[in-house]
């Protein structure tokens, strides 16, 4: 079975950092697509950042270009999402999630899917 778990996050500063992990299992990791999404109350969930783990292109949000950074440990099955310069509305649920082969950073593409880990950023 397919299984993400996604983990690191806490209660930060803000321009404080945090490093989100997503712990991989039960697929051939380096053929699928792993991203990062985040949900605030009452938003809609929305893409942050997301990888190929084959090639290794990225995907940021606009919102997060220059303070967040993806990367993919594939010996691991690990991807992470280093957050640094954290503000107040990045305060969110982060989750981690997957699709085979490469995808559009948008959640109506991934069909795998880890528990949340809050974030919450304090001004």
Not at 12 to 34: H, K, M, P, T
Not at 37 to 53: D, L, M, N, T, W
Not at 60 to 77: C, E, H, L, P
């Amino acid at each position: 079975d397919v299984q993400l778990q996604a983990f690191g996050g806490g209660f930060v500063q803000a321009g404080g950092s945090l490093r989100l992990s997503c712990a991989a299992s039960g697929f051939i990791f380096d053929e699928y697509a792993i991203g990062w999404f985040r949900q605030a109350p009452g938003k809609e969930r929305e893409g942050v950042s997301c990888i190929s783990s084959s090639d290794g292109s990225t995907y940021y949000a606009d919102s997060v270009k220059g303070r967040f950074t993806i990367s993919s440990d594939n010996a691991k099955n690990t991807v992470y999402l280093q957050m640094n310069s954290l503000k107040p509305e990045d305060t969110a649920v982060y989750y981690c999630a997957a699709v085979p082969g490469s995808s559009w950073c948008n959640p109506i593409s991934y069909d795998y899917w880890g528990q949340g880990t809050k974030v919450t950023v304090s001004s």
